[in-house]
């Protein structure tokens, strides 16, 4: 553990406070790390190479090929036959494929369809209908291809998902410590004023009541100190779910890290906020989440296009150029159609074509489903947008009452305790203006730190977390 902590030290660069013991972990830095070591984002990228690699392998369709068939027999010192046959095959794109071979064939029985002795050959086969435009290797390589574009889409849909949460596990830390740190300062406040009373007490300048009300108001902050620190331990493991080492070692963070104080000094009233309609134009333009159901729609067309297929007749021709011997440019007597050559045709169709028009059918009815389903997303996420955008702009109205809410109460606490010592309040309602600035001091801390979840939430519903 104590390895992972001295890691997690150096990833993070943190700044010395002014206590040595104390170390800052900022905004920037928590999301570089899960960016860049959190399991998830790992597998986000594995999900990109795992494309990748069925991607080369639906190439493989498209691989040349060569074999070699040999077949030998002897029996009783006679050879029967003695037949090798070495051919290369090229597929291609547009469905041709292209094929040259040599032959040899001998022996007393052999095959009388094989050309005697040593021959060679070069020739090609053909779609004229069916499979011509679209055949099963193009349709797997080009959906492969697609898959990877897609699977690139759904990687920034999983970081755009982890960073959201992440950010809302360091805005909770945040909002937790900052609430444990007012109300130790007052716990701190508080000891010294109930010294302070009963040293007055002691010389008979103040009653023995005056005692008993600052050591319950200082009880009662002691106890709402400690369940803050519980919070903030509790939100301190929360955020440590998603801090993990290079060597994928979950890192726990220390109570020695404390949140960096810098959130606090951009003014959030005169914040720019982003234009949604802006927002919303560049997600549907650039969310991962509607550009995989752009690459499924793509995906989809392919498969219709395979299917339509069915429908069309078979017909294949097959042509090979023929030649003595092993030297298939050297024949005199070779001519296209009139002397060496071997050529086939293959016609065929079903009569009904039930199976073809069913499965276009069921192809044409999944693209309709996808559509229908990308439309719908494509409002919810607009939607999204808009109600996470009116709750920034709310918080941000709420932040301006609430830091004038506090500089009153504050005016009020600081007249309040200059009326205590000069004897004309009393403790009662000292302790209860303090009560109300803590309230708002508070408050306002939880707005503030609501009010940058909310800037991110809008950022993660418009797919823009990187």
Not at 93 to 105: C, D, T, Y
Not at 133 to 156: C, Y
Not at 301 to 323: D, G, H, I, M, W
Not at 413 to 438: C, H, I, P, Q, T
């Amino acid at each position: 553990m104590m390895k992972g902590i001295v890691f997690l030290f150096l990833i993070f660069s943190l700044t010395a406070q002014a206590s040595d013991s104390l170390k800052i972990l900022s905004e920037e830095q928590f999301v570089e790390i899960v960016r860049t070591y959190h399991p998830v984002a790992r597998q986000a990228q594995l999900l990109v190479d795992r494309a990748r690699a069925e991607l080369l392998a639906a190439r493989a369709g498209f691989d040349p090929q060569f074999y070699v068939y040999a077949d030998r027999k002897t029996f009783d010192g006679k050879v029967y036959y003695d037949y090798t046959h070495p051919q290369v095959k090229i597929p291609t794109w547009f469905g041709m494929e292209v094929k040259a071979g040599l032959e040899e064939n001998v022996g007393s029985f052999r095959n009388p369809e094989s050309s005697e002795g040593q021959s060679s050959y070069m020739g090609l086969t053909m779609p004229l209908l069916k499979n011509l435009v679209m055949d099963k290797r193009r349709a797997a390589l080009r959906q492969a291809q697609l898959f990877r574009e897609q699977s690139k889409a759904e990687q920034l849909l999983m970081i755009n998902d982890l960073l959201m949460d992440a950010y809302d596990a360091y805005w909770q830390w945040v909002n937790t410590y900052e609430t444990f740190q007012i109300l130790a300062d007052a716990v701190r406040v508080n000891e010294q004023r109930l010294s302070l009373i009963r040293l007055g007490y002691q010389q008979g300048e103040r009653p023995a009541i005056d005692t008993t009300e600052a050591l319950t108001q200082l009880q009662s902050f002691e106890l709402a100190r400690e369940q803050a620190r519980l919070e903030w331990r509790n939100s301190t493991f929360m955020l440590s779910n998603y801090l993990w080492s290079a060597a994928s070692v979950p890192v726990e963070l220390p109570e020695t890290v404390v949140p960096d104080k810098r959130w606090q000094i951009p003014s959030i009233p005169n914040a720019t906020l982003p234009v949604m309609q802006e927002l919303q134009q560049q997600a549907r333009a650039e969310h991962p989440k509607l550009n995989m159901y752009g690459f499924k729609l793509d995906m989809l067309e392919v498969e219709k296009r395979l299917k339509f297929q069915n429908l069309l007749p078979t017909a294949n021709v097959s042509y090979n150029f023929l030649s003595k011997g092993y030297n298939i440019w050297n024949n005199p007597n070779a001519a296209l159609f009139s002397n060496n050559f071997k050529y086939g045709l293959e016609i065929g169709l079903p009569l009904r074509l039930s199976q073809g028009r069913g499965e276009y059918r069921a192809a044409k009815i999944k693209i309709q489903e996808t559509r229908l389903d990308l439309a719908q997303e494509r409002l919810a996420i607009d939607n999204k947008i808009q109600s996470y955008f009116n709750e920034l702009s709310l918080l941000r109205q709420q932040v301006v009452i609430a830091e004038k809410a506090f500089a009153n109460h504050q005016r009020l606490f600081n007249g309040e305790d200059l009326r205590f010592k000069a004897g004309e309040s009393s403790l009662f309602l000292l302790n209860a203006r303090e009560n109300k600035v803590l309230e708002a001091r508070q408050k306002l801390v939880q707005l503030k730190t609501k009010f940058y979840k909310a800037y991110r939430a809008v950022g993660w519903a418009a797919g823009q977390l990187r």
